[in-house]
């Protein structure tokens, strides 16, 4: 599948000149061991440049298949990152300040849970950034 999309991305690329930015949103099934276990499923939100929206699903789709991954944890579980889809595709028109790039409602057991975590990993990031040669944000 991998090959059939490079491939296609490598024709599209002749064809066009003018390129554009999409937001896309790639799932992966993460299965540990034999999969007995609530299924988990991670949702990537992606920029992608590209001519047009078609060639934009497919380099997504190329770069969710390249990334799937297997590997054993230190306890010996062994953990597969399994490339599902695209499930969203959208252009970005124009890039400007406050651009809305992702949204999802999240519904909470307890309202006062989650807005302690929002203001934990908050006060993280703010930990990070000032500190002088900021590495990743947690």
Request: aromatic residues 10%; contains cysteine; charged residues 20%.
């Amino acid at each position: 599948m991998v090959e059939l999309i490079s491939k296609a991305i490598k024709t599209h690329n002749l064809i066009y000149t003018n390129m554009n930015w999409y937001v896309a949103k790639l799932v992966f099934n993460v299965v540990t061991g034999n999969g007995n276990h609530t299924p988990q499923f991670d949702e990537q939100i992606r920029l992608i440049e590209a001519e047009d929206a078609h060639q934009a699903f497919f380099k997504a789709r190329f770069l969710g298949a390249s990334e799937q991954d297997e590997f054993m944890t230190e306890d010996l579980n062994d953990v597969r990152w399994i490339f599902v889809d695209v499930c969203e595709l959208k252009p970005v028109e124009q890039f400007v300040h406050g651009l809305e790039l992702h949204s999802r409602i999240h519904e909470a057991d307890q309202s006062s849970s989650y807005i302690r975590f929002v203001h934990h990993r908050a006060q993280a990031i703010l930990e990070q950034v000032e500190q002088p040669h900021a590495a990743s944000i947690p």
